[in-house]
């Protein structure tokens, strides 16, 4: 079916629309609104910045490919052909987007008084829980922030973001509560034992070894309880052995209820 004039200017305007807003985003180093007490380690904020760069650059030569082949591809060409190739650049976008937001949401809470300050602290303790002697792997950068709720969380680094880029750091969300007691390090520091036991894949060898004993035992509802808590039990242990009975102590708090 030929293509009107009108479709396919309407198409080149939306694109355009999207190039625009593209021009909008700037690397974080331009508009960070925190003391540099609060800012986040140099080796967090170049992985943030190079992958938005990298998707940027990407983006926009996409669009401007698209605008160059939507007026001037054959005019029999589909309406929805070009239709379809839109939309793909507009997901695209958006999942851009999505990856700036999420820092976005860390970075800005910087500019909170004092707890800017607190949360810089909290990835130099997250940082060094991540270490190891041995060189086992090469530690990536972590960066915390406040969040509502009662437990803590984490978007392991090196994992898919939205889009599907890799994350350059691990985000570590601490709830607000935790902030002042005996949990905060408990929390923090068993979410750094999620990213570690990743970086060395614990889970999955552990896992395999739970499979071969759960065959060979009778108690095959203990094991499989066992094969799908290791995760869990992975990360409170690393709290322990950087934090001992405050890790337990931290936990308890997480997990009890009152009782009536």
Known sequence: MRRSIFETQFLVNEAESLLTRLNTIRPFALNMPMVMAAAVSDDALQGITNLLIKGYKELKQKITEYIQWTRKTNPYTSTD????????????????????????????????HDTGVWMA?????????????????????????LERGHGAAIRRARTRLPGGDLNPVGVIQVPRERMVGSGIASSLIHEV?????????????????????????????????FYRWISEIIADFWATAHLGIG?????????????V
């Open 193 to 225: 034992g999620h990213q570690g036991a990743a970086l060395l894949e614990l889970v999955e060898t552990l896992r395999d070894d739970i499979r071969i004993q759960q065959r060979q035992s009778p108690y095959k509802l203990s094991w499989e309880c």
């Open 121 to 145: 602290g909290m990835d130099v303790l997250a940082e060094d829980a991540i270490k190891l002697d041995g060189n086992y792997y090469e530690p990536p950068p972590l960066i915390c922030f």
């Open 81 to 112: 052909h070009a239709q379809a190739k839109y939309s793909i650049l507009k997901l695209r976008f958006n999942a851009l987007l999505d990856q700036l937001d999420i820092f976005a949401d860390v970075l800005s809470q910087r500019a909170e």
């Open 247 to 259: 890790a337990t102590l931290g936990l308890m708090s997480v997990v009890s209820l009152r009782m």
